[in-house]
């Protein structure tokens, strides 16, 4: 017998995932076992998904008991279920007895729902909502992005506008912001530019199968079979939004603008090229204050090639800008930024070391055919938020309100239309790379640990050294001075010139590693910073084909539809494609960034 639930609250579906509940609905379960407080099942009108556990009654057959009366000695699974059980209905009244209308009251009043306990993370620990440990559906299906530090570096303050969020928005994005298009699986059309993709598994059937009804089957035949979640809600994977696209659950317009394409080069896939390229300097440090000097902070000039037009940024908005290409990009490397620093913040060798960074970071930035083209960084170098403080403010809510992330992001790939990926060769090539970023990693790190130590030795011990030898050399000549014939003065002179040119070359080798040994180091830094990037983007990778394994399992064991299983495997194909050009692009400037750098050593 189905196993059933009764829903004793109106629960509204606000993630990918979830399904919405009314009052006294009748539920099936797909299993018994709820997954960190959600249970999984179909409500009365055919959508599956999760809801809380909390929020639903288990129905459970009445088991024999000692007294057989059902047993109602019987524990409970859930701890929403009475210890004894469910008590039948009272028996209708006399015809005689009328109770008056106000005694139905209390019953009709509405039954107000629990707060579903909350898991969430704080920057000092974990804080705990409700008497059970269960994670958000924000933390269930994504929002768990980057999060921009908040350190005493640069305090936010009143030049940024955060009294509007994504979720406080009237249109922020949600399970229901997209409505489905009826016989279309790609949607059509809607405004100018403005196209409808949707990976729902129901409509890849209907894209394969033409016009053609979709085939109903009894129970426990093909379409029967799903491919399972992750039991861990808080992987890349899940967070990325890469499961709920796999998985068919993504829907949302796509615009011409927003598309990034893949394409097939000599060497395998790669993005395309920016058809615009250009450079960014950063220069002009500069301290400036407000509130009537009680403010204080350092500005920085840029001014991009493309535009001639320099802006004026502090490193919170550098900041700031990392963390939306973030959480955007969950298959693009986004190169970390310098370290903030609590104290020190204006001394000259920060400033210049934070600037020499920065110019990096902004180099790779500005290198990069997807990155460079994003809206919210071209408004980084556009926007003068200095003078156009409407503007800076409309741009930074814009970006922060954008639909495309989380899976939906993965609707704006577009890849070679006729190519196709063996998966087998996918795998063989990642689990390469994977072993590449990890021998790269432990070689920056020894390289980094012997040149810091030479460089140490330059600083200090060589110049200490040649000055005990130059202070040797003009003892000596001191020594000489003693005699006064005239014909030893030249003698003399030699002697002195000899201790200052040691002098001088204990100077040049403590100046020698900020000219070559310093901006391999700074270039090695920058790269190991992608190299901490590249486990995510590869965990989103392998979960994308474990699924597609997963549901070609399905197929051989006849549980699961072959056109169903083909629509996961395009859609890892996607991903591959993606994960693939951006590794193409690593290798691409790490070549031409390190040969170019060791060229000058």
Known sequence: MALRARALYDFRSENPGEISLREHEVLSLCSEQDIEGWLEGINSRGDRGLFPASYVQVIRAPEPG?????????????????????EPLPAAPPTSFKPPPEAFQPLLQPQQAPPVSTFQPTGAGFSYGGSAL?????????????????????????????????????GALGSGAYPDLDGSSSGGVGAAGRYRLSTRSDLSLGSRSGSAPPQHHPSGA????????????????????????????????????????????????????????????????????????????????LVPTHTQVPVHRRYKHFDWLYARLAEKFPVISVPHLPEKQATGRFEEDFISKRR????????????????????????????????????????????????????NFFLTLSTPPAAALDLQEVESKIEGFKCFTKKMDDSALQLNHTANEFARKQVTGFKKEYQRVGQSFRGLSQAFELDQQAFSAGLNQAIAFTGDAYDAIGELFAEQPRQDLDPVMDLLALYQ?????????????????????????????????????????????????????????????????????????
Not at 66 to 86: E, K, L, S, T
Not at 143 to 149: E, L
């Open 134 to 170: 269960q994670p958000s559906p924000q933390q269930l299906y994504g929002g768990g992005g980057y999060q921009a530090s908040q350190g005493s570096d640069d305090d936010w303050d009143d030049e940024w506008d955060d009294s509007s969020t994504v979720a406080d928005e009237p």
């Open 529 to 601: 910073g992608h190299l901490a990037n590249f486990p995510d983007i590869i965990h989103v990778q392998k979960g994308a084909l474990t699924k597609v394994k997963e549901s070609r399992r399905h197929v051989e064991e006849g549980k699961m539809e072959v056109q169903k299983a083909d629509g996961i495997q395009d859609r890892c194909n996607t991903i591959s494609f993606a994960t693939l050009a951006e590794i193409h692009h690593f290798h691409q400037i790490r070549v031409n960034h390190l040969e170019n750098r060791i060229d000058t050593l």
């Open 66 to 86: 000692p007294a057989g009366d059902g047993g109602p000695g019987a524990p409970a699974r859930y701890a929403n279920v009475p210890p004894g059980g469910f």
């Open 222 to 301: 093909k379409s029967s079979a799903t491919v399972s979640r992750n039991l861990n809600r808080f992987s890349t994977f899940v967070k990325s939004g890469g499961e709920a696209f796999v998985l068919g659950e993504a829907s949302g317009f796509v615009k011409d603008g927003d598309k990034l394409c893949v394409v097939l080069g000599p060497y395998g896939p790669e993005w395309q090229e920016n058809p615009y390229p250009f450079q960014c300097t950063i220069d002009d440090p500069t301290k400036q204050t407000k509130f009537k000097g009680m403010k204080s902070y350092i500005s920085y000039k």
């Open 356 to 407: 020499k960074g920065l110019i990096w970071w902004m180099n790779h930035m500005a290198s990069h055919p997807v990155l460079a083209q994003c809206d919210v960084f071209q408004h980084f170098l556009t926007c003068p938020s200095s003078t156009d403080e409407k503007a800076w403010k409309q741009g930074k809510r814009k970006a922060e309100k954008d639909e495309m992330v989380g899976a």
